[in-house]
């Protein structure tokens, strides 16, 4: 069947827009051309899996969205968010935490509260955070660009030893040794940071179905910290943007399965 000019024209902008960036205030939403505003949350976690893909797969996949959207009249109801976390952002994370050596039990914990929720359970705020504590201290511990900074690391110290005498050897001893302590050290906080202060906003928006505490709690980098921990679970090389953007279009694809799935 043929769209319409008009339906064309809507599909069209809603492209555009995604590939703009047009992520909204937090808090807010921009008109994306279907119907009502779509919810807040939704469109920041969609423009930031759209700048994550390639452009083919990026195209493909906001038209298979703007459908679902459209069949829900851009009103996206709360249990997408569990339906997408059950489905999909959870068994990707908690298979990352397999192959990195551990059993996955604290990404399940998630799981089975969404599954809850997904069911009509009233899930309490205390569940959720002490869930979700654990399970996001993980994801943010995958997501720090860990070689990256050890490198950076490395660089500096071993240049501070060689402008200070320290000879060739003793600098790379030096260096090593910096690096690793300074780089586990940041690795740390910013994971117990980010797991503490996102822990708390997430559990209240999840025991609430609070569609606008979720829109405050920066979805679109949430959903890019868990791309980044999928992604680096993978292994290091030359092809972390391919398994980067490979972990963008497996969470975007089930984000676009779960909307047309409670449309349908």
């Not at 551990?102 to 599954?115: F, I, K, T």
């Not at 290091?236 to 980067?244: I, K, M, P």
Request: with cysteine; net charge negative; charged share 20%.
């Amino acid at each position: 069947m043929t769209r319409t000019p008009a339906a064309a024209g809507a599909v069209e902008e809603f492209v555009a827009r995604l590939e703009d960036g047009a992520i909204g205030p937090v808090g807010g939403s921009r008109p994306l051309g279907v119907g009502d505003q779509p919810t807040a949350w939704l469109v920041q976690m969609a423009a930031s899996l759209f700048a994550g893909q390639d452009s083919g797969s990026a195209d493909a996949w906001a038209r298979r969205l703007h459908a679902g959207l459209g069949r829900l009249g851009g009103q996206v109801p709360f249990r997408v968010v569990h339906d997408w976390h059950v489905r999909t952002v959870v068994p990707l994370l908690a298979q990352a935490s397999v192959r990195c050596g551990a059993d996955g039990e604290d990404q399940e914990g998630v799981r089975r509260l969404h599954s809850r929720a997904l069911a009509g359970e009233r899930v309490t705020e205390a569940e959720w955070a002490g869930a979700l504590g654990p399970a996001l201290g993980e994801v943010y511990r995958r997501a720090y660009p860990y070689a990256d900074a050890h490198a950076a690391a490395s660089a500096g110290a071993h240049a501070y030893a060689m402008d200070n005498d320290y000879g060739e050897e003793r600098a790379a001893e030096f260096a090593s040794v910096y690096a690793e302590l300074n780089t586990d050290a940041n690795a740390r906080s910013f994971a117990d940071a980010n797991a503490l202060a996102n822990a708390r906003a997430l559990a209240a928006a999840f025991a609430a179905a609070d569609e606008h505490a979720l829109a405050d709690a920066y979805p679109f980098a949430y959903v890019r910290a868990c791309a980044l921990a999928v992604a680096g679970a993978e292994g290091a090389g030359e092809e972390w943007t391919g398994r980067y953007r490979a972990a963008c279009e497996r969470l975007a694809y089930g984000l676009a399965d779960s909307v047309g799935r409670v449309a349908s």
